[in-house]
């Protein structure tokens, strides 16, 4: 077999065996949550008659191992319950919320990441001038910022100060793709300035730890242009460190923006979660747990994948 | 124009938003050198000035959850609590002047001791799937309630209906026990009918409401179209509804500010000042029976004595916390559930007033051995709770109480807290009318019984005045009730709230309704886009 393939059948095979280990923990944390479903679902009204009903009803009664199992026999065949709280098909509710999610993050990173490589390219060229410092310091003052202070600022400046864009964020089906972009943006505008310094930082940092190899000075003593320099030649052997943090702020992205769904009342998995955990919808909380799970997991082997496939030295192993 | 013309205007336009009321006009319009008459003219013309009928209105609310569910019986917060009211229809319903109006009954009679009571149904009622609205229906809806596993927050009120009969248009309640507030009761927003009573399908979202429901996506938006048959012509009045629910404070501002959204609820204190100022929109406060108590447990030590009870009743300035925690939007408590917003409120009660000196001399006599009081509190006890609860130890202390505030989490407060522990922090929606108010939380047999409070006397009143359709003297039984909760109760009572909405200027109709936030759930089908 050749080496990569095996090395990908590896990965992935771990990739599965962590997924199974993490779909344990999550069960395990949520038995662990303080407080009783039936009782946070009732309430105020929760006598010990409702609770004992409820709880009947709702299959509480069982033991945890039972639960646990009849669960992921569930996942594997796509039915993922019914949410305690509403009955509704949790995986009809997390489909479409799901991706809202992705939208969001793929219209964030779409924008995000080619803007962060390029700024951390210029910045690396001029690095220690003024365009370097300029960037640095703009990039460096949003991350600072939190999200929600960010957020507001936006929806100040944006929906009060120049009315150009909503500051609720809502899609829903039906609407079309230019509707849906428009009332994203200002999310969208959070989200780039949250996560552009990282891998702005990152690249920069690569490629001039790069650029001290002995082959950029030739490049350098054969007269090619800086850019030509960064492009051609630092670049490719700077790119794994960067798509590491690229990954890792696109699994941001995915799941762990929801103060940022919160402040523009945008309805995607977060939220959803959030809702759910209050109310102790041990059912939802697990799916979407083991999906923001499998994002993070997915994404960083991704990460490792494409370090692989980048280096000439793991590519071919002597 | 002349000033003077200006202002006439500026207040006709008030008239025409519901903002005035005709004595307010007349009072201002005459200050202005018009004749009494004409300002009466004028204001009966401004005041009945056609509704304007179509477009979208936009409704952004928190109090939504992606938990929520279309059955009416289970609806617990703002969000499907309007909802609902878009889609369905009930029995009867609140005014805002505190009388009951005919919905899809269209008479109600009772027997001389109040017992058994006969509702006429509306003829040609029609719900959403065009069947028509029956004293079937009515019956079923009601009956469903009562069943424990439809776990309907109406329960309590339903369960004391013995039999129910339909015969051709007429529906014929008899009561377990008389009550002469049957109808008060009977306007609970979960007794939406439905159906079939919704036996088959309680979350179908089928009703005889003025909007037919077009998309229910739990915890983010409910989108209606007009119901063409609705059979009262004074509601419905945009083409379409929109909910949406925003739960963070600043983007449902944000949201009325910029247009995207008419109304808001649950403006912020803090802000309620800098929203007057902007321009298109404008503050709405309805004074409401909801209220911030803390309540002791009356059987447990140290609060099974009275004089301790006393002495942390006279530690709490109330003033101060309608200032500094409802930012002025709202109104002192006085240690009985029951304000001027319910129907045979007795106004004569003494305010009580923060006063150290008596609550120490309370604080001696109770004997109690100095160690601290225990009062727990969270974030969500109620908006401000943990403020209030420090506002409260501190002028405790003052007076010579070791008060001290022990802060929960928010998680599971409601479970491990509340109705467990003697002391802590809590809060109360208020009921239509006393009778239910006292009887959800202060009678002896209560579940909700958050005080542990047990008073031969007082049930034997409540009851009394149950059945008693002599109206002087039922509100004399229930100020002598008042009394009671006030002076031994565990009801530390300082503050009502208010309902504080944001509302466009581009809507007419507005009307501060107390019974519940948002006009009584009904503002989206009541108002108008002017």
Redesign the interface.
Known sequence: MHPILKLLVQRIALGLLLLFAVSAVIFLGVEAL???TA??I??????P??VA??EA?LGLDQPPLTRYFSWLGGILTGDLGK?L????DIAQ?IG?RLGNTLFLAGCAAAIAVPLAIILGLVAARYAGKWPDKVISGITLSTISLPEFVAA?FV??LL??LF?IF???A?V?PGMGFWAKLHAVALPVIVLVLVVLAHMMRMTRAAILNVMQSAYVETAELKGLSPMTIIWRHAFPNAIAPVVAVVMLNLAYLVVGVVVVE????Y?ALG??LV??V??R?LPVVQAVGLIFAAVYIFLNMAADIIGILANPRLRHPK | MSDASQRLDHMIEDVRRGRMTRREFVGRTTALGVSAALAGALYTKAAHAEPKKGGVIRAGLAGGESTNTLDPALAASVVPQVGNAQWGEQLVDMMPDGSVEMRIAEEVSSSPDSKVWTFKIRQGVEFSNGQTVTAEDVMATYKRHTDENAQSGALGIVKGIAEMKAEGDKLELTLEAPSADLPYLLTDYHLIIQPGGGYDNPTAGIGAGPYILETFEPGVRYAYKKNPNYFDPNTGHADEVEILSINDNTARTAALQAGQVHMINRVDPKIVELLKGAPGVQVRRAVGRGHYVFIMHVDKAPFDNNDLRMALKYGIKRQEMVDKILGGLGSVGNDFPINAAYPLFDDSIEQREYDAAKAKEYYDKSGHDGSPIIMRTAPGAFPGAVDAANLFAASAQAAGIPLQVQLEPDDGYWTNVWNVEPFCASYWGGRPVQDQMYSTAYLSTAEWNDTKFKNAKFDELLMAARAELDQDKRKGMYSEMAHIVRDEGGLILPMFNEFVAGVSDALGGWVDDPNAEMMNYRAPSKCWLA
């Open positions: 303080p407080g009783n009782q946070a009732l309430g105020q009204s929760a006598t008659q409702a009903n409820l009803k949410a709280t509403n009955g509704a509710s479409q507001y929806i100040y929906t009060q009315p909503q500051p609720v809502m829903f919160v402040v523009f009342g309805n939220q959803y809702d759910h209050t109310k919808d």
